[in-house]
């Protein structure tokens, strides 16, 4: 499976963001999917979870209110709309899958989401 991340960008603080994450190769094994961040210093940070089949959700408490998480099956893409945006957003956002086959993480290369004054 591969992943393509875009999206980010350079937001004022309060502003909004759409990131998204295309799948492509073996996405009929994909069972859920996730998008985390990493700012300069710190771990990486798990944001958001989504199951392919159901669409279950699950928020990291720091976003939780103003990000959402969502997926296209038909598209193979996921999404992640950043609404009020704050200055510890920033940081490079990754999406990740688990997929069977064996069970296998894998992970984009990440879109970079900075959020200024």
């Known amino acids: 499976v591969q992943l393509v991340e875009s999206g980010g960008g350079l937001v004022q603080a309060g502003g909004s963001l759409r990131l998204s994450c295309a799948a492509s190769?073996?996405?009929?094994?994909?069972?859920?999917m996730a998008w985390y961040r990493q700012a300069p210093g710190k771990q990486r940070e798990l944001v958001a979870t989504?199951?392919?089949?159901?669409?279950?959700?699950n928020y990291a408490d720091s976003v939780k209110g103003r990000f959402t998480i969502s997926r296209d099956n038909r598209k193979n893409t996921m999404y992640l709309q950043m609404n009020s945006l704050k200055l510890e957003d920033t940081a490079v956002y990754l999406c990740?899958?688990?997929?069977?086959?064996?069970?296998?993480?894998?992970w984009g290369q990440g879109t970079q989401v900075t959020v200024s004054s």
């Open positions: 190769g073996s996405t009929v094994n994909i069972r859920s």
């Open positions: 989504i199951t392919r089949l159901t669409g279950s959700t």
């Open positions: 990740s899958v688990v997929a069977t086959g064996p069970m296998t993480n894998y």
